[in-house]
């Protein structure tokens, strides 16, 4: 198994490999501290073997916040990411989550809890981090669906918005000028991307996250 861990503090990278070898044997670790030396990491991966699993910290240099993950899930879509960060904003939660982080794991977490939450993802779960009470959750609810809304892309969220108006898929094709093929593939890709299933959940998630109001600024 090979492992990238990506954090600015040599303490924070220690600490991880302790873990992760007693998860996994044998381990290959690789360590950065920038995301430029993760980038070079998952380069040289493709030539001298794949990726099996990046750590990663969001305050590092170069990171940006959630424009370094873009970055380094553009450079390996298919390796599976777990953030491990200070910043425990609801909405930064679920908008990586929206861009295939599989877990998300707040700094501080006990040892004991790590290596479960490490070992979930590993074993190819998702781990979500634990909040405090009933308000955190619906927080994150919100959080959540505000970021399946910002991962449409502009064509779905007019399709979306004329199915929130009642219109039929031929009824959509012929207002947006295009085949009722391509209007169920749109809609299909709506129904993913927002965790629903059919149109009147679609309708129902959207509204209730005031995707009216959000639509003018997406940005994409």
Request: glycine share 8%.
């Amino acid at each position: 198994m090979k492992v990238l861990i990506a954090d600015d503090h040599q303490l924070a990278r220690e600490g991880l490999k302790v873990f992760l070898r007693t998860l996994a044997e044998p381990v290959e670790i690789v360590e950065g501290a920038t995301l430029y030396d993760a980038l070079e990491h998952v380069g040289k991966a493709s030539c001298s073997g794949p990726m099996d699993l990046i750590v990663l910290d969001l305050l590092m240099p170069g990171m940006d916040g959630l424009v370094g993950l873009r970055k380094l899930r553009q450079a390996c879509p298919d390796v599976p990411i777990i953030i491990i960060s200070a910043l425990d904003d609801a909405q930064m939660i679920e908008t990586a989550f929206a861009l295939g982080v599989r877990g998300y794991i707040p700094k501080g977490m006990t040892g004991a809890k790590l290596v479960k939450a490490l070992a979930q993802v590993i074993g190819g779960e998702i781990y979500r981090p634990e909040y405090a009470d009933d308000g955190d959750e619906r927080a994150l609810d919100q959080a959540a669906a505000t970021a399946r809304i910002q991962s449409l892309t502009r064509r779905e969220c007019d399709v979306l918005e004329l199915l929130i108006d009642g219109l039929s898929n031929k009824e959509i094709a012929r207002r947006l000028d295009l085949r009722e093929v391509t209007v169920k593939a749109h809609l299909t890709a709506v129904y993913r991307k927002l965790g629903t299933g059919n149109r009147t959940q679609a309708v129902k998630l959207a509204l209730d996250c005031g995707f009216r109001q959000q639509t003018s600024t997406v940005i994409h």
